[in-house]
């Protein structure tokens, strides 16, 4: 009797990759991302459409990653719109690391992780219901990352937050500590 050998399948990496268009609905010039770049514009003077086939992926108004952020899981989006984008231009992109598909954040009342703490651990469409707090001024990421915006039901500026310690709104970058809704990044 002959023993039947194991049949072993390699899995097919995960393809991380966002292409980001000149034109709406995904003409014109085009660049395909497979990693960070710090700057975009010897590659088109603006954006208007993007696919992410793969991972998520935050774009930047300025170039080293600066300015509005917008974050774009995979899918399709035929203009700028589609990503809440104040504008079509975009500078910079980078994907989003350690996504683990849980959430654990604290977040406090005032900077130095001072004061009242509330602890989040799922996408929370209204701050201000959830916690009844207006304001959120440092933030400790257990878990994540994830995304905060500046009004409710996932409105206004994006702000994404990776694992670590913020001590105060300004080191996400936001020029307020107004924080409506949190929202976790999927796997």
């Given at each position: 009797m002959r023993l039947m050998e194991p049949i072993f399948t390699v899995p097919r990496p995960i393809l991380l990759k966002i292409v980001l268009y000149e034109d709406r609905n995904f003409q014109g010039r085009s660049?395909?991302?497979?990693?960070?770049?710090?700057?975009?514009?010897t590659f088109f003077s603006r954006c208007n459409s993007a696919r992410v086939n793969g991972g998520c992926w935050v774009l930047y108004e300025r170039p080293n990653y600066m300015g509005?952020?917008?974050?774009?899981?995979?899918?399709?989006?035929?203009?700028?719109?589609?990503?809440?984008?104040?504008?079509?231009?975009?500078?910079?992109?980078?994907?989003?690391?350690h996504v683990s598909g849980h959430l654990k954040l604290k977040i406090f009342e005032k900077p130095n992780f001072d004061g009242q703490m509330w602890?989040?651990?799922?996408s929370t469409p209204s701050i201000q219901e959830r916690f009844l707090c207006k304001e959120v001024h440092s933030c400790k990421v257990l878990e994540g990352p994830c995304v905060f915006f500046e009004h409710a039901n996932y409105h206004g500026r994006q702000y994404l937050l990776e694992k670590g310690d913020y001590s105060r709104y300004t080191e996400w970058g936001a020029m307020t500590p107004n924080v409506g809704s949190v929202r976790q990044i999927p796997l």
């Open positions: 660049y395909e991302c497979k990693g960070d770049t710090s700057d975009l514009h509005y952020q917008y974050i774009l899981a995979p899918g399709e989006y035929p203009d700028y719109h589609h990503w809440i984008g104040f504008n079509d231009c975009v500078r910079s992109c980078r994907l989003v690391r602890e989040v651990t799922e």
